[in-house]
């Protein structure tokens, strides 16, 4: 058994569930009633606007789809330095 082999792939599977959950999260929690009851209530007033925008939920969640971007990116490398 191949210990570098298996770390690497082992490293790289956790770094792209990471990526996923991650991106899943950014995806759907701006526009969840989590997101409007818990979230925006709890932020400081200066910001409270902005986290209730539709233009920065959309920036959240182009974040989230760029986790995914970047989750396919590592299982298309598999993890190998460039």
Do not use: E, K
């Not at 490293?11 to 995806?27: K, M, Q, R």
Request: aromatic content about 14%.
């Amino acid at each position: 058994m191949d210990t570098p082999q298996t770390l690497r792939a082992s490293s790289t599977l956790i770094v792209v569930l990471y990526l996923c959950v991650a991106g899943w999260f950014f995806v759907l929690a701006p526009w969840s009633r989590f997101w409007s009851s818990h979230v925006v209530p709890g932020a400081p007033p200066w910001l409270m606007g902005q986290l209730a925008s539709p233009a920065v939920r959309g920036a959240l969640s182009a974040f989230g789809l760029l986790h995914f971007f970047t989750a396919a990116g590592w299982l298309g490398n598999g993890g190998r330095q460039a």
